[in-house]
């Protein structure tokens, strides 16, 4: 297999370059948006608990930074990656006295969501994101079910896992072309065959999962070249290339993970080779927005299931 390699997107380090001084000067409440710098595509989110921000990324390009609040000590927010499970711009808890929750995205159905609320300037949530008002009814409007949302100590800025086609190391290019144009649907049906397709590889228990909708559709051993070289935890967001018409590629982006051990964005998919089976199930479902995780923690149902969570430690 030839043509796989990780390239730091261009245009990504134009908007680094040009919002750094608006980044680094952000107040509680402020925040960026720059939409245009990449009109379409899915969306990937990364809050970082350290920094107190929200990075949005669409189609791997950084259009939005803000200040939120995370979970404050007794409620501390947990690490891992999420999907977005419930959209409702009029929430109110039924936790905390119907308190008012404006454009919630649900990330667990024990109550962690993105939401508007408090911005003091450190983390003051009972476990929610908080963010400004404004900003959240911005990000409401351009994710969708499915939307994943990265909770993190730290995280790198997206690379391009440029192959076109690719979906891991077994399956061509031709191959994944040829399945996408048949699963993939268009025009009118594509609202309404809106699906949330999420994999999970855990290096940990040499296993696959898809799911659909949070809910498990395919699972199957898989073989991993080098196996004592860890995954490294990567988000990877299958986008296009150039365009809507453009080639499919993965969009990665690494999260709390140690780049003197673990592999390269680009070589830990090619590492990886899945059952025929499921290799089958995921080519009958390839569209941009499916998720990709690789972790090397284990599949431990209160990690992967409903919620399609990868926690980081053992909160719920």
């Not at 297999?1 to 980044?23: K, Q």
């Not at 990265?150 to 800025?157: F, L, M, R, V, Y």
């Not at 599949?299 to 409903?306: C, F, K, R």
Request: proline share 7%; hydrophobic share 40%.
């Amino acid at each position: 297999m030839t043509g796989l390699i990780a390239l730091p997107f261009a245009a990504a380090s134009l908007a680094l370059a040009d919002d750094l001084v608006e980044v680094t000067s952000l107040k509680p409440g402020d925040y960026t948006w720059h939409p245009e710098r990449s009109p379409t595509g899915p969306v990937a989110i990364v809050v970082s608990i350290p920094q107190q921000l929200v990075y949005v990324y669409r189609n791997g390009i950084r259009i939005a930074v803000s200040t939120c609040s995370t979970g404050k000590a007794g409620h501390e927010t947990p690490t891992g990656v999420f999907t977005i499970l419930q959209k409702d711009r009029d929430h109110h808890s039924s936790l905390y006295d119907e308190a008012s929750m404006p454009n919630t995205e649900r990330l667990t159905w024990s109550g962690v969501a993105l939401h508007a609320g408090g911005l003091p300037g450190y983390p003051s949530s009972h476990g929610c994101v908080h963010l400004p008002l404004k900003f959240s009814s911005l990000l409401y409007g351009i994710t969708t079910l499915g939307t994943p949302v990265i909770i993190a100590g730290s995280h790198d800025e997206p690379v391009d896992v440029a192959h076109s086609g690719l979906v891991l190391a077994n399956v061509a290019a031709e191959q994944a072309n040829v399945a996408e144009a048949a699963a993939e649907p268009h025009g009118a049906d594509a609202a309404e065959s809106e699906q949330a397709v999420s994999i999970v590889v855990s290096s940990a228990d040499r296993r696959i999962v898809v799911l659909v909708n949070g809910e498990t559709v395919a699972s199957g051993p898989v073989t991993i070249d080098f196996p004592d070289k860890p995954f490294g935890s990567y988000t990877y967001v299958l986008g296009r290339d150039g365009g809507p018409n453009g080639d499919l590629r993965w969009h990665a982006i690494g999260f709390d993970r140690d780049p003197a051990e673990a592999g390269d964005a680009a070589g830990t998919l090619f590492r990886i080779h899945t059952d025929p089976a499921v290799t089958k199930v995921i080519q009958s479902m390839m569209k941009p927005g499916n998720v990709l995780v690789t972790t090397d923690r284990p599949l431990h149902p209160d990690a992967t299931g409903s919620d399609f969570v990868v926690m980081n430690s053992a909160q719920s």
